[in-house]
C-alpha cells in the first residue's frame, strides 16, 4: 500500500511538473507576443526617441562632448498570485522597460565653466537640461571648483560629484580634486547580455568607445543617467 501511494505521488509530481512547463512555455510566447505587437513597437520607439534627443541638445547646447551611449531594453512577464511579500509583478501581463545611460567628454582643468555653461543651458531650455542658475547648490558647486566657497553639502563632506534632479536626470562626474585613492570616478557600463528582441535588446554605441577612451582622450567623464522608463505594461484582467 505504502509503496502504491509513493508511486501515485510521484505520477502526480510529473504530471503537476509538466504542466507547469508548458504554463512556462506558454508564458513565454505570450510575452515574445506582447513585446513585438504594435503598440509596444510604438511606445518603445517614442520613449527612445526622447531620450535620444535630449542627449543630443545636451551634446550640442553643453560644453560636454558625447562619446557613448549605453541602452538596455528588456521585457518580462508578470508573476503569479503573491500571497506574501507582494511587490505588484502579479498585477500585469508583462512590463517592458528601458535603461539610457550617456557619457560625456570633458576637460578637467575647466570644470567649473562646464558645469557654469550647463546651467546656463538649463536657464534657456529646462525641459531638456533641468539644471538651471535657480539651483543653489549647483551654483555652489561652481563655486566650489572656482575656488570662491567650500564644500558644497557643508564641511568634510568632500568634492561634489553630482547633479539630481527629481525622475528626471541625474549627472554624475569623476572627482578631479580628491585623493586618487578615494577618488570617485565614473565606471564602465556593464557587458551587453546578447540581444534578443523583442524580449530584451542592449546597445553600446559606438561599439569600439568604452569611458577609459573618453577619460584618455578629455580627461574626465561626465555621465547622464536616465531614470528607467516602464514604457509598455498590459495588466492583468
Given at each position: 500500500?505504502?509503496?502504491?501511494?509513493?508511486?501515485?505521488?510521484?505520477?502526480?509530481?510529473?504530471?503537476?511538473?509538466?504542466?507547469?512547463?508548458?504554463?512556462?512555455?506558454?508564458?513565454?510566447?505570450?510575452?515574445?507576443?506582447?513585446?513585438?505587437?504594435?503598440?509596444?513597437?510604438?511606445?518603445?520607439?517614442?520613449?527612445?526617441?526622447?531620450?535620444?534627443?535630449?542627449?543630443?541638445?545636451?551634446?550640442?547646447?553643453?560644453?560636454?562632448?558625447?562619446?557613448?551611449?549605453?541602452?538596455?531594453?528588456?521585457?518580462?512577464?508578470?508573476?503569479?498570485?503573491?500571497?506574501?511579500?507582494?511587490?505588484?509583478?502579479?498585477?500585469?501581463?508583462?512590463?517592458?522597460?528601458?535603461?539610457?545611460?550617456?557619457?560625456?567628454?570633458?576637460?578637467p582643468g575647466n570644470i567649473s565653466e562646464v558645469?557654469?555653461?550647463?546651467?546656463?543651458?538649463?536657464?534657456?531650455?529646462?525641459?531638456?537640461?533641468?539644471?538651471?542658475?535657480?539651483?543653489?547648490?549647483?551654483?555652489?558647486?561652481?563655486?566650489?571648483?572656482?575656488?570662491?566657497?567650500?564644500?558644497?553639502?557643508?564641511?568634510?563632506?568632500?568634492?561634489?560629484?553630482?547633479?539630481?534632479?527629481?525622475?528626471?536626470?541625474?549627472?554624475?562626474?569623476?572627482?578631479?580634486?580628491?585623493?586618487?585613492?578615494?577618488?570617485?570616478?565614473?565606471?564602465?557600463?556593464?557587458?551587453?547580455?546578447?540581444?534578443?528582441?523583442?524580449?530584451?535588446?542592449?546597445?553600446?554605441?559606438?561599439?569600439?568607445?568604452?569611458?577609459?577612451?573618453?577619460?584618455?582622450?578629455?580627461?574626465?567623464?561626465?555621465?547622464?543617467?536616465?531614470?528607467?522608463?516602464?514604457?509598455?505594461?498590459?495588466?492583468?484582467?
Open positions: 500500500m505504502r509503496r502504491l501511494l509513493l508511486v501515485t505521488l510521484g505520477l502526480t509530481l510529473t504530471v503537476a511538473l509538466a504542466g507547469c512547463d508548458r504554463s512556462r512555455e506558454n508564458s513565454v510566447k505570450t510575452i515574445r507576443k506582447l513585446a513585438g505587437s504594435e503598440k509596444a513597437n510604438r511606445a518603445r520607439k517614442q520613449t527612445e526617441m526622447t531620450m535620444r534627443n535630449v542627449i543630443t541638445s545636451w551634446d550640442e547646447r553643453t560644453p560636454l562632448t558625447l562619446g557613448l551611449v549605453a541602452l538596455d531594453d528588456v521585457c518580462i512577464g508578470g508573476k503569479g498570485k503573491e500571497w506574501f511579500f507582494p511587490t505588484g509583478d502579479d498585477q500585469y501581463k508583462i512590463r517592458c522597460s528601458m535603461y539610457v545611460t550617456a557619457y560625456f567628454g570633458a576637460k558645469i557654469e555653461g550647463i546651467l546656463a543651458a538649463g536657464d534657456e531650455d529646462r525641459g531638456d537640461i533641468p539644471f538651471g542658475h535657480d539651483f543653489d547648490y549647483a551654483n555652489r558647486v561652481v563655486d566650489y571648483y572656482r575656488g570662491k566657497g567650500g564644500e558644497p553639502q557643508g564641511p568634510g563632506t568632500g568634492e561634489p560629484s553630482q547633479l539630481f534632479a527629481a525622475a528626471t536626470l541625474t549627472l554624475d562626474w569623476d572627482q578631479v580634486r580628491t585623493n586618487s585613492k578615494i577618488r570617485k570616478t565614473i565606471e564602465e557600463p556593464r557587458a551587453c547580455e546578447e540581444s534578443e528582441p523583442p524580449i530584451r535588446r542592449c546597445l553600446r554605441e559606438p561599439k569600439s568607445m568604452s569611458v577609459a577612451d573618453i577619460r584618455q582622450k578629455f580627461g574626465m567623464v561626465f555621465r547622464l543617467a536616465f531614470p528607467v522608463r516602464d514604457y509598455f505594461v498590459v495588466p492583468k484582467q
